[in-house]
């Protein structure tokens, strides 16, 4: 008996790719709630620190020892586990350049590479959770972001004269803004009353619920509780569904109207005239440095430019904050190859001339904005940046694909003439990028399973180009040509391809489930039936173990389904079936 795999549906499926468009935007955490409840069963599995862990790997406490330089002093919880090599880019990376003159406390995030490949206990519970995270707000599997809060005072009793210290957050999620607000209130309790405070912050969030997207979430920690909603990939872009305050909610002190974002028109405030350019090299997955006066101006930064292509992923490496300590230094500065496809936020002096030879420098002075619009900037030549003292800029040899849009310029000009908020003005960027993006992607969505064929594609454009969502002119087709050589193409490409495959699985299971099976197998020999119950219980695993967006119930009727046809059989293969796998 022949079951019909996925790729034989999928040229019954060519013709139908309207349906599956319209598929894709049920929500299984909202309109698929799964088969039984998912919810209790999950909460009776969690074990100590699972909840921790959904969030945070660990906290850390870096200080400076006179004779050893800076070292992690406290993890918490004291189980978690680090390798040297981590515990060594955590301490470079939580303190700022010696230059950078950071007195008082400052708050910046940077992002390393994971040296070791722990997965947390409740790995099939995450998977579900990031199925409907957005691109940009997936765990990110091969790194680690920390959140710095850093206190630089000034004491007389200390041999150096100064108290310096990070509290460091280590997590896989990319929720910035949240950690940061949660760093707001954990830092200051901590450096008044030290460790007990960690412990009792440790304990409060292994009682969070996981981060499920979706849900508005009430986070108790230290006597506060913040209220917040993690978007999901279901959300119609450009809008977020704020968390309000209810008049139940006389507990919750602090209301997060979003997780993750930041304020795009500050940090681009000091290359304002620039922001379509950058948006182009960040598209086509360029070499870029930030170089900034200081580690939060240069994670900011770095994050806003990463976020300009929402809803696209940025699929190349990108470095928050990265110091001339870090691992990867001399793979990222050396001159005997091109520089790589990465995005690094830096602010030593040195990487001026260490990485002069890059074909992109942005050059970001002080952020405080003054009231007066950045003057008309020109894109000044590489061979004028010599120190880190050159003028705020971007210095590179590119020349755009497009032409400059001159009326999101003006709009935002008027806007700081008219003194408009900035959080309106961070709405009007965010907003243009995402059109901007999208009408790029859109001629790219068509779902597909056959290979892309470019020259195929460039043919589409000129009926079915973007000029049809955007007022831009210039030349689409050769940014095209570029965007498919890019990282950025080949992870969207991957990304676009597995959805279509897992919703033909889906659909395939659905399928499934409306056969009368009981009556196809009593045509069928001993062997065949046996033949198809196990293929079956693969089917059921892989749906499970991927996260299939199955409709509810889907997985019980086949569950069902197998069950019977197994009582169908003789005892002795019953037995045989109805032990469990092994590895």
Request: proline share 7%; net charge negative.
């Amino acid at each position: 008996m022949a079951l019909q795999t996925a790729e034989e549906i999928a040229e019954q499926m060519e013709e139908s790719e309207d349906i599956l468009e319209h598929d894709v935007q049920v929500s299984p955490a909202e309109e698929m709630p799964g088969d039984g409840p998912v919810e209790e069963e999950s909460e009776q599995l969690f074990l100590p620190w699972d909840r921790f862990s959904a969030w945070l790997h660990c906290i850390c406490v870096v200080g400076f020892d006179l004779e050893l330089g800076q070292a992690v002093e406290v993890i918490y919880p004291h189980h978690s586990k680090l390798t040297e090599k981590e515990k060594t880019s955590i301490c470079y990376l939580s303190f700022p350049d010696s230059n950078s003159g950071c007195l008082g406390d400052t708050q910046f995030c940077f992002r390393f590479r994971q040296a070791s490949n722990i997965q947390p206990s409740l790995g099939c519970f995450l998977d579900r959770c990031d199925r409907d995270a957005p691109v940009c707000l997936k765990r990110d599997q091969g790194h680690f972001y920390g959140y710095v809060y850093f206190r630089q005072v000034r004491d007389k009793s200390l041999k150096r004269g100064y108290f310096q210290k990070s509290l460091v957050l280590i997590s896989k999620l990319p929720y910035v803004t949240f950690f940061h607000s949660l760093l707001k209130l954990l830092a200051p309790e901590y450096f008044e009353k030290q460790e007990p405070c960690l412990e009792a912050a440790c304990n409060d969030i292994d009682r969070w619920p996981t981060p499920t997207p979706g849900k508005i979430l009430n986070l108790p920690i230290m006597g506060v509780v913040m209220k917040l909603r993690i978007p999901t990939c279901y959300d119609k872009p450009g809008t977020s569904q704020l968390v309000q305050s209810t008049p139940g909610d006389s507990l919750v002190s602090i209301v997060l109207p979003t997780i993750h974002e930041v304020d795009l028109f500050r940090c681009f405030y000091p290359v304002f005239f620039h922001i379509q350019m950058l948006w182009e090299l960040v598209l086509l997955g360029e070499s870029l440095v930030v170089m900034a006066p200081s580690p939060s101006d240069s994670s900011d930064t770095v994050l806003a430019l990463v976020s300009c292509l929402s809803p696209l992923r940025y699929c190349s490496d990108f470095r928050p904050y990265f110091t001339i300590h870090d691992s990867e230094f001399k793979e990222y500065t050396t001159r005997t190859q091109a520089p790589p496809s990465v995005i690094l936020g830096v602010t030593n002096p040195f990487f001026a001339k260490t990485l002069q030879h890059w074909p992109h420098i942005i050059r970001i002075g002080d952020m405080k904005q003054t009231g007066e619009m950045a003057k008309q900037m020109k894109v000044k030549k590489l061979k004028n940046l010599k120190t880190l003292d050159s003028k705020p800029g971007v210095y590179s040899a590119y020349k755009p694909f497009l032409n400059k849009d001159e009326d999101i310029i003006k709009q935002l000009q008027k806007g700081v003439q008219q003194k408009r908020p900035s959080a309106a003005q961070n709405a009007i960027l965010r907003r243009y990028f995402l059109e901007l993006t999208q009408s790029f992607i859109i001629p790219l969505s068509p779902p597909q399973l056959r290979p892309f064929l470019q020259e195929e594609f460039m043919k589409t454009l000129e009926k079915a180009g973007p000029q049809l969502t955007s007022r831009l002119k210039g030349d689409w087709i050769g940014l095209y040509r570029q965007f498919l050589k890019s990282p950025n193409f080949d992870g969207w490409f991957r990304n676009r391809r597995k959805e279509m495959m897992q919703k033909l699985e889906a659909l395939h299971l659905e399928a499934l489930c409306e056969e009368d099976l009981q009556l196809r197998i009593q045509k069928h020999t001993e062997v065949e039936t046996v033949d198809l119950v196990l293929k079956l219980k693969d089917k059921l695993t892989k749906a499970e173990n991927e996260q299939l967006p199955v409709r509810a119930g889907t997985l019980t009727k086949l569950q069902t389904h197998i069950e019977s046809i197994i009582l169908s059989l003789p005892e002795d293969l019953q037995g045989i079936l109805h032990k469990p796998a092994t590895l």
